[in-house]
């Protein structure tokens, strides 16, 4: 779930801006929008920590079935 603010609102106050990262704490993401068209979206730190999770075990998969098939390969066997 994402909430929309204008690009605007990040620079009226500095009160404002702080409403804006307090949001944050409860939800995992925030899009900034800019002429009413997403320009940015900001990350919780855990939602950050998350993806970065997510593409390191994603890479490691990879690297795993890379290794997988080259072993595989050296054998003489085939992929079914």
């Known amino acids: ?9 990040l620079f009226r106050s500095s009160t404002e801006a ?4 307090d949001r944050l704490q409860s939800e995992s ?3 900034i929008l ?3 068209q ?3 979206i900001i990350l919780s730190p855990d939602e950050f920590v998350h993806l970065c999770e997510i593409e390191e075990d994603y890479l490691l998969l990879r690297e795993t079935d890379s290794s997988n098939r080259k072993k595989r390969g050296s054998t003489g066997d085939s992929d079914p």
Request: no cysteine; net charge positive.
């Open 1 to 9: 779930r994402s909430t929309l603010f204008p690009y605007t609102t």
């Open 29 to 31: 993401q925030l899009i």
């Open 38 to 40: 997403p320009a940015a």
């Open 34 to 36: 800019k002429n009413n």
């Open 18 to 21: 702080s409403r804006i990262f």
